[in-house]
């Protein structure tokens, strides 16, 4: 990409990490496409600011990313960035989630990824110009965590899928770029409803550690969101604005598996 995007579509655009990312785009002079499923609170955000396209999408639906890339082209021309961002959180102990929040999990934070590629890739290679795909996982895609184990998988599944996409594009030479985001905490909605059926007082207890983890150590999503824009920039691969909430886990990880030692979770107990 020219590094400098003019224009941006943005998925999960209504709240938290995905309304900062638009506000932070248009206070650079972006032109933006805004998707959310919550249609009324989307077209507030949109409305907020000057050059936004409200399409509600609901991300699961193939049809429906394929109606919003459609929309995206016609409205600003070749996309240069896409933010895959839409996710949802499911707490609880893995054999108790419901098997609807289950799917919703997978559904949502892998197949809306994999929509989005789906439906922007072919128009971005097909403009043979620079753009950019920024794929939304979490430090939690690279660290599991009892107690959340549909947002775990699925988020290792988007750091997997991504490094994918990015060989793909590579091997093609194709002006396409790839970015992976791993947020720590940020102050947003995600848990406001994350229980995924029966709820344990260990998982009340797990979700209230994290909820205040967020509230006293997160960012708020508008700084995030400028951290974010400013690693575009760069042109980096992994945009990790919160390194302190990756770099000591992911190190224990990689020590644990090269050791061949067993996984805990002594932060739990
Ligand atoms: N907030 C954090 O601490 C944190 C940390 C790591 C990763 N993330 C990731 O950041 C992304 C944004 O989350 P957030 O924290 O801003 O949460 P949020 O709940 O505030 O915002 C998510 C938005 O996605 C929308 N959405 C959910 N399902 C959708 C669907 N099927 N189709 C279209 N839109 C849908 C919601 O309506 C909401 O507006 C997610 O992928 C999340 O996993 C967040």
Request: glycine share 8%; proline share 8%; aromatic share 8%.
């Amino acid at each position: 990409m020219s590094e400098a995007p003019n224009n941006a579509v943005i998925t999960g655009a209504a709240s938290g990490i995905g309304l900062g990312l638009a506000r932070e785009a248009a206070r650079r002079g972006m032109r933006l496409v805004l998707a959310d499923r919550d249609a009324d609170a989307l077209a507030a955000a949109a409305d907020a600011l000057p050059d936004a396209l409200a399409v509600p999408t609901d991300v699961t639906d193939p049809a429906a990313v394929e109606r919003l890339a459609a929309a995206a082209y016609d409205r600003l021309g070749p996309v240069d960035l896409l933010f895959n961002n839409a996710g949802i959180m499911a707490t609880g102990f893995s054999w108790e989630i419901d098997p609807a929040r289950w799917d919703a999990s997978l559904k949502v934070n892998i197949g809306g990824v994999l929509n989005g590629i789906r439906a922007f890739v072919p128009r971005m290679l097909q403009a043979a110009r620079p753009a950019r795909i920024v794929n939304t996982a979490s430090v939690g895609g690279f660290n599991p965590s009892p107690l959340m184990a549909p947002y775990s998988a699925t988020k290792f599944a988007v750091v997997a899928l991504t490094e994918a996409l990015k060989g793909e594009l590579d091997m093609l030479g194709a002006p396409v770029a790839v970015s992976l985001l791993a947020p720590g905490p940020v102050r947003s909605a995600i848990f406001d409803d994350p229980f995924g059926g029966a709820v344990h007082p260990a998982t009340e207890r797990f979700v209230a550690g994290l909820r205040g983890m967020i509230d006293q150590y997160g960012m708020d999503p508008e700084p995030f969101a400028a951290a974010v824009f400013d690693a575009i920039a760069r042109g980096d691969y992994w945009i990790v604005p919160q390194p302190e909430a990756l770099d000591p886990m992911l190190e224990r990880r990689q020590a644990m598996i090269a050791a061949r030692a067993q996984p805990s979770f002594d932060f739990l107990s």
